[in-house]
């Protein structure tokens, strides 16, 4: 957390459904820490995905999940404040709550490219807009069941007419929908699944058997 006897002057937000979360995103969320200069981070577990087809797990695992990928950062906090809201979680009406709590901050969004892509088809996301500076950072092309093996192109951004910060951070070839797949069809204690989530989320699917085909 910042020093008391200083002002949070840069907040930033990292929402997703961190459904699990994963290496990938735990190297977004430092990538934004170090190069945004940030006082604090809130990351954000989503709660009623108004853009998501499929049943998140439930709050409490995503937000369990979260506290081990992220809960030793600095300056990073695990806000729930959007698993708890009735109906849809819109990041506008987060912002909102963002800006009235840091009146003289400046905010940043922390996305990935996939998300800046889409940015326009999200509710009111001129409002995002002027709450928030995004800042984004690049990921491959293929974010499905193959991109675990590490073969799929940068994603262009050289057409997207919005501002936006670029963040510096290693290529990821991890996406949580890949991961899904994995645990689907292998064990949750595979060894390989510690190299794509921190050890201790690892442990925490693996005790909780999650995302397991039923039998």
Not at 76 to 91: F, K, L, N
Not at 113 to 131: I, M, P, T
Request: hydrophobic share 45%; aromatic share 6%; with cysteine.
């Amino acid at each position: 957390m910042a020093s008391a006897t200083r002002p949070i002057q840069r907040v930033g937000m990292f929402g997703g459904a961190f459904d699990p979360p994963h290496t990938a995103h735990r190297a977004l969320a430092q990538a934004a820490l170090e190069q945004l200069g940030l006082d604090v981070l809130h990351v954000m577990p989503t709660g009623q995905a108004w853009h998501k087809a499929r049943t998140l797990s439930a709050a409490r695992h995503r937000i369990a999940m979260c506290e081990a990928a992220f809960g030793d950062l600095p300056r990073v906090r695990i806000d729930r404040r959007e698993t708890g809201r009735h109906g849809p979680s819109y990041t506008a009406d987060t912002l909102a709550e963002l800006r009235a709590e840091y009146p003289q901050a400046t905010l940043y969004l922390v996305l990935g490219a996939d998300q800046l892509l889409a940015f326009k088809s999200w509710v009111r996301w001129e409002e995002v807009l002027s709450l928030a500076t995004l800042a984004v950072a690049n990921r491959p092309t293929n974010i499905g069941a193959q991109a675990l093996r590490g073969d799929a192109p940068l994603t262009d951004l050289s057409g997207v007419d919005l501002p936006f910060v670029p963040l510096c951070m290693p290529l990821q070839h991890i996406s949580a929908t890949a991961l899904r797949a994995k645990l689907a069809t292998e064990p949750a204690d595979d060894p390989s699944l510690d190299l794509l989530v921190p050890d201790a989320v690892a442990s925490y699917i693996s005790q909780n058997h999650l995302y397991q085909t039923p039998t």
